[in-house]
């Protein structure tokens, strides 16, 4: 049985060509690039070409960039830099719908005395930008917001908020774990303070990061240590992985014109033809999308048993389900949409790249009406085709219940 | 990805018994669509045997849910009704060579359900609906709450979410779960609603009472260590004071603490005397 990888926005496949590009870091290239001799030196070039790779992918200058460990320590940077720098500010605003790395650091930032402010969305994931406005205040100390959404691939207006946050003077981060390498980034034309991406979102391996600190920002490093990275990330740089960033973006930036070509049609196709499913629906926004995301919601069947079906028949796929987090609670991004419970449970993430073809979404577009037909056969939510909803006590209708609303 | 044993994926992809029964004797339903799981059983009678001839199930839910439901139609075809009632939620955890903690939930559902299709043919309410309903988000009663705290021998509020579902929504109600856990394990001395505890023993003489200690331990308090890999033994009886040692998987257990505290204790003062202390001895 061949694999069918549909779930990119969880990770990817390492390129052959980075991993090829990081070997000699692992064998004779394993001088430190701090040390005074040629060991050393020769790192050292190698990591300046790798920054000037993932600049050039950016769209901005190479000692704006600093490399961490993860899309979750960049994120860690971006908000505790913006708040030891401006301590006298205590107000932070993000939204409803961000990734945990953000959201348990806006819990814990509330616990500690901050004031937090979670921008809400409408039914398609959109930023509420009226709320957004009113929530910037001289006390703002950063604001912080997912550039694109990784369950539905929703765009927020960055760059507009950039806009707004400048004209405001507040601090802008953007988590774009998910965006870079899927659609243009130019932050040189931006007014993005900084900006958080992961390299294993981008065919690089797990373990490599990197924020993007805009020159000039007041900076204070979550890592302190030795003079790497300008002093803002303290620890011996991590070679490989940093050279493995260059080469996955060197390939991202070329692969850009066919990741919005041909992995859009690809994902356009399979989505319309998993609609044609009955009492099936697209969660989010699908002008202003990833062009490799669909969420798509199956009523009355449950997202982990799609899973494990679909993951039978060869198909890697996520939900927002509640049962795959191991929460009784579905998805935190769709319920911020309002997306219906009955919905939610059964909601699919499908994440293509550019490594998928079409004759893997034929296969797919053969799999997925059986899996949730046999699903549907089991649910007593349905019957003859068509949902069966008699039951008061099945549908939860006495208003009692109070995560429906 | 959960690890689910190979019997769960086997009744998961070959579900057994789906459907409804050819005459629909008892019915029970649990769960909502809401609630990301529901089941709905049916069982046919053989009113002179008062025998299950036939039950079978539909389900919304994960696998843990779909083989859940599977395994109770197969453990109770056959069975009388009250051999069928006799089955706890960790008999068909146990038939499916077991679930994740998270999952103990489905097991509950599959129980709930056979308890709800059982009254409904005997013209009574369902058993899950009877008392007040504690957690508002799911639905679950007091009663239920505590007659899985009890077969199951839950301590902490986590636990009676993974079992019961109940505190997994809005969270208001953990306060309630903790009074109910507190209750059960006696840690609310002098509140008014505290069940009383099962009469002590008549005092006793020495020799009865540390005769009588030695019978607690080996018939109840070690068969339930027992079974999560543990075991207990008696070292010395001095007057209140009882000292143990605990082996196996408990000796290097950090819950061995609360297990001491809240079970063997628990146990002991139950039956033996209300004064009992129990004291560990390092192995």
């Not at chain 2, 579900?15 to 008892?26: K, L, Y």
């Not at chain 2, 008062?50 to 849910?65: N, R, V, Y």
Request: glycine share 10%; hydrophobic share 40%.
């Amino acid at each position: 049985m061949e694999t069918i990888y549909f779930d990119n926005n969880a990770t990817t496949r390492v390129d052959p060509r980075v991993l090829e590009a990081m070997l000699p870091f692992f064998k004779a290239s394993y001088g430190n690039p701090s040390s005074m001799h040629h060991k050393g030196g020769e790192v050292g070039s190698a990591l300046r070409q790798a920054r000037l790779s993932l600049a050039a992918l950016l769209g901005c200058e190479p000692h704006e960039i600093v490399y961490t460990s993860c899309g979750t320590e960049s994120d860690n940077t971006a908000l505790w830099s913006a708040l030891r720098t401006q301590p006298d500010k205590r107000h932070v605003v993000t939204s409803k719908v961000e990734h945990s790395a953000i959201i348990n650091n806006a819990t814990f930032l509330a616990k500690q005395g901050y004031r937090v402010t979670e921008i809400g969305v409408d039914r398609l994931g959109r930023l509420d930008m009226d709320q957004l406005k009113a929530a910037l205040t001289p006390d703002t100390a950063i604001v912080s917001l997912l550039w694109a959404n990784n369950e539905t691939g929703v765009l927020f207006p960055i760059l507009e908020v950039g806009e707004l946050c400048r004209e405001r003077g507040v601090v802008f981060h953007t988590d774009a774990v998910q965006a870079v390498g899927k659609i243009p980034v130019d932050l040189g034309n931006s007014k993005i303070d900084m900006l958080s991406l992961s390299g294993h979102k981008l065919e690089a391996p797990k373990g490599i990061g990197a924020l993007y600190v805009r020159h000039g920002l007041r900076f204070a490093p979550f890592m302190i240590g030795g003079h790497q990275e300008n002093g803002r990330r303290g620890g011996t740089e991590n070679v490989p992985y940093i050279v493995g960033l260059g080469a996955a973006a060197d390939l991202a930036l070329r692969r850009l014109p066919e990741e919005n070509g041909r992995v859009r049609a690809m994902r356009d196709r399979l989505e319309a033809g998993l609609l044609e499913i009955p009492s099936t629906m697209v969660n989010g926004d699908r002008e202003f999308r990833l062009p490799n995301t669909t969420n798509i919601s199956f009523e009355y069947v449950e997202g982990e048993s799609i899973l494990f079906h679909l993951s039978h028949a060869g198909i890697c796929a996520s939900s927002g389900s509640a049962c795959t987090s191991g929460s009784l609670e579905p998805s935190h991004v769709l319920r911020a949409m309002g997306v219906p419970f009955t919905a939610a449970h059964g909601s699919i993430r499908l994440s293509l790249s550019v490594n998928n073809t079409d004759s893997e979404v034929d296969r797919a577009l053969e799999i997925f009406p059986a899996v949730i037909k046999k699903l549907r056969d089991l649910s007593p939510f349905w019957k003859d085709g068509a949902p069966a909803l008699g039951n008061a006590l099945l549908t939860c209708d006495d208003g009692g219940c109070q995560i429906c609303s | 990805m959960w690890e689910y044993t190979d019997r769960v994926m086997d009744h998961f992809e070959n579900p057994r018994n789906v459907g409804v029964v050819a005459r629909i004797d008892g019915e029970g339903q649990v769960g909502s669509l809401s609630c990301g799981d529901a089941l709905r059983l049916t069982i046919q009678i053989d009113k002179d045997k008062d025998l299950i001839e036939d039950a079978k199930f539909q389900t919304f839910g994960c696998a843990s849910a779909i083989a859940s439901s599977s395994a109770l139609t197969e453990m109770i075809k056959g069975k009388t009704l009250d051999q069928a009632l006799s089955l706890t939620n960790q008999d068909i955890a146990d038939f499916l060579g077991g679930l994740p903690r998270e999952k103990m939930h489905c097991s509950v559902m599959g129980q709930e359900a056979l308890e709800a299709a059982v009254a409904n043919y005997r013209g009574l309410p369902p058993p899950s609906l009877r008392g007040d309903v504690v957690c508002q988000c799911f639905n679950v009663t007091e009663e239920e709450i505590e007659r899985v705290v009890r077969a199951n021998r839950l301590t902490t509020v986590d636990e009676v979410t993974q079992y019961t579902k109940a505190g997994g929504g809005c969270g208001k109600c953990h306060p309630k779960l903790q009074g109910i856990l507190d209750r059960i394990l006696h840690k609310a001395p002098g509140n008014g609603s505290a069940e009383p505890l099962p009469a002590p023993a008549p005092r006793l003489s020495s020799l009865k009472r540390i005769k009588l200690i030695e019978e607690v331990i080996g018939s109840q308090i070690a068969p339930a260590l027992m079974r999560d890999g543990g075991d207990i033994e008696l070292v010395d009886v001095d007057g209140n004071e009882v000292t143990v040692v605990l082996k196996g998987s408990c000796a290097s257990c950090p819950a061995s603490k609360r297990t001491l505290a809240d079970f063997v204790t628990e146990r002991l003062r139950a039956l033996v005397d209300p004064q009992i202390v129990v004291r560990e001895q390092r192995s």
